[in-house]
């Protein structure tokens, strides 16, 4: 079982990691610290199953709440980057209208 506790510890550390990747804008180490954090607990799962005592409850429980977290966090950076590219859309059609506005004037 101290495999599975093991396995698990590393899975919560790879989140935290995540956190601070997602926190940072690093957005491709971000990605790259989810998978290895899939494969990991992928690795503890059959570890997992065989936990007749729930010794690995509370890592399971804090990776559940960790990722119920990140994905919190995801979709705010989600939905801010959504915000800036729709500004930036505007911004650019608002330009786009100057630039037509001032060349008709000066015909």
């Avoid at 570890?47 to 990140?70: F, S, T």
């Avoid at 705010?76 to 008709?104: F, I, K, P, T």
Wanted: one cysteine or more; proline letters at 1%.
């Amino acid at each position: 079982m101290n495999q599975g506790v093991s396995l698990l510890d590393e899975a919560l550390s790879l989140a935290r990691q995540e956190m601070a990747a997602l926190a940072d804008g690093a957005f491709d180490r971000a990605v790259e610290l989810a998978e290895r954090r899939q494969e990991v607990i992928s690795m503890a799962w059959p570890v997992l199953a065989d936990d007749r005592e729930g010794l690995c409850r509370d890592q399971v429980m804090q990776l559940a709440d960790m990722q119920d977290r990140l994905s919190g966090v995801a979709v705010a950076v989600r939905d801010s980057l959504r915000a800036d590219l729709q500004r930036s859309r505007l911004e650019r059609q608002r330009m786009h209208g100057y630039h037509m506005s001032v060349g008709q004037a000066l015909q």
